[in-house]
């Protein structure tokens, strides 16, 4: 019940007599969820949050003692004081004070009021709007329910959340991918955003609903477990509800029924997840196939299996995703989520399994464009969106690397795509960003020598033509670094570079004059000028 049904002010019925009020006004609905009467003078081990606490003060000996009273009430969760005047006449000016001080409202009891009656009236009071809550709880389950099995999808059933209660609700992945809307769509960034949130809060376990800020806006993630499952943090999957709201403030009716959803969507998340271990078992069964030397006509009648309409001119080619942050079980795990997530709305389904080192998708596809290098290999540029823009799914500070290769059209190709996606992960494996994503393309340049040179012979060559430049820098405020890998970038176009850098021709003359001086190279010659772009890859 709100405080303001003890006055029986406005819309809520009729007061009891023998109560006014004397701090409070603006707080009036505040929820009672229960009433105590004390005159201890710590009741703190006997409160209960949303309390209303009567009281015939027998503990006031001095008027210090009211102000350590209601310290105590405030941090207990007390929702109002109500002091009874039968013993003490007017109610003390001090405790006047100390309850404005410290926002609390605060009632006179009249002496022909009991504290009987008065609590009778307000138990009264709950136990009714309790069960008006109850049953409204039981019709919005009801017609979730039927939405749900009616075939309206998440998508209905989210809607009649923001129609019933006014609160927008989405469900994400681990990715930021939206699954399912009850509002207007979340805009990309705040989708990362959401999912960086989501990712941070399992890691660090964090209390359900997990409350987010951005922009002034208050957001709740709940995390969406497997069917039959707790909610528990370490059950968190990839799917989880984002609501428009600090849950905690709405009343308990509108908790109930977002648990309520929480349950339905869990219950359309494991209906993918079954999707997903059929294509896992697929996946698997072609991974041994290839281990084991199979006949290549033996590896094409499974994949036949997996796309029985399109295998006479489906392309296939192979993503690995590696984590090398984590214990082996968790980074398998995860890399596996992130990949279905990353490839979970393409045309034609992936085939994603956990390996010994981390996860493997075998992608079909149409065939491969004119020129298929990095930028134009659609699956390449995918995985950098969605897992590399910014890191949105590494909050807690995991390194995430992928290689994807080439894509074949005959069965006796998927051993040698497998191997070569493997080698672009290596390659993933020596950058420093959070997600790296190295295409097939990049094993056909100098990207592939540089990762089988060991990195004591790597720091060893950087060094020696860059260290000079590197020093005469920090002593000089210079910046020969930056001059070389702009030359490089011109071509060695003297004019271009100067415009690139803003200084006269004759200015960058004398720098690149410095730096051949230091180095003891010649940039006119082709060698030097290898030696350089190497070594700046490096760094």
Known sequence: MRLRALLGDGTAGAGIPGIRLLVGEAELDRSVRAVMTTDLHDPSRYLTAGALVLTGMGWRAEPADSDRFVRVLVAGGATALAAGQAEIGDIPAD????????????????????????????????????????????????????????????????????????????????????????????????????????????????????????????????????????????????????????????????????????????????????????????????????????????????????????????????????????????????????????????????LVSETGSGAVALIPGEDPPKGDGTESDPTTRLLRERLAAPAGTTAGGVRVRIGVSARVARADGLRGALEEAWHAGRIAGTRPGRVEVVGHAELASHVALLAAVPEDVRRAFRGRLLEPLRVYDACHQADLVGTLGAFLDCDGSWTRCAARLHVHVNTLRYRIGRIEELTGRRLARLEDKVDFFLALKLR
């Open 95 to 350: 405790l006047v004070r100390a309850c404005e001080r410290h926002h609390l409202p605060l009632f006179a009891v009249a002496e022909e009021l009991s504290f009987a009656h008065l609590t009778e009236f307000v138990i009264r009071r709950i136990s009714a709007e309790r069960a008006t809550d109850l049953t409204a709880v039981v019709d919005r389950h009801r017609r979730l329910v039927q939405a749900a099995a009616g075939g309206a999808g998440l998508d209905g059933v989210l809607g009649l959340i923001a129609a019933d209660i006014d609160m927008h609700c989405w469900v994400l992945s681990l990715t930021g991918r939206q699954v399912a809307a009850g509002g207007p769509d979340l805009a990309p960034g705040l989708r990362v955003g959401m999912a960086r949130a989501h990712f941070a809060a399992r890691e660090r376990r964090a209390r359900v609903p997990s409350r987010h800020r951005v922009d002034g806006r208050a957001f709740s993630l709940l995390p969406v477990p497997e069917a039959g499952g707790s909610a528990d943090p370490d059950t968190w999957g990839d799917w989880f509800l984002v609501v428009e709201d600090d849950v905690t403030d709405r009343p308990d009716r509108h908790q109930a029924l977002l648990g309520e959803l929480v349950r339905l969507v869990s219950v359309g998340r494991d209906r993918v997840e079954d999707r997903r271990r059929h294509t896992r078992r697929l996946s698997e069964d072609v991974l041994n196939l290839l281990a084991a030397g199979a006949d290549p006509a033996e590896v094409a009648a499974r994949l036949r299996g997996a796309e029985p309409d399109d295998a006479g001119r489906t392309h296939w080619q192979f993503a690995t995703a590696t984590i090398p942050d984590l214990p082996a079980r968790e980074a398998r795990r995860l890399a596996r989520e992130l990949l279905e997530e990353a490839l979970a709305d393409q045309p034609s389904a992936a």
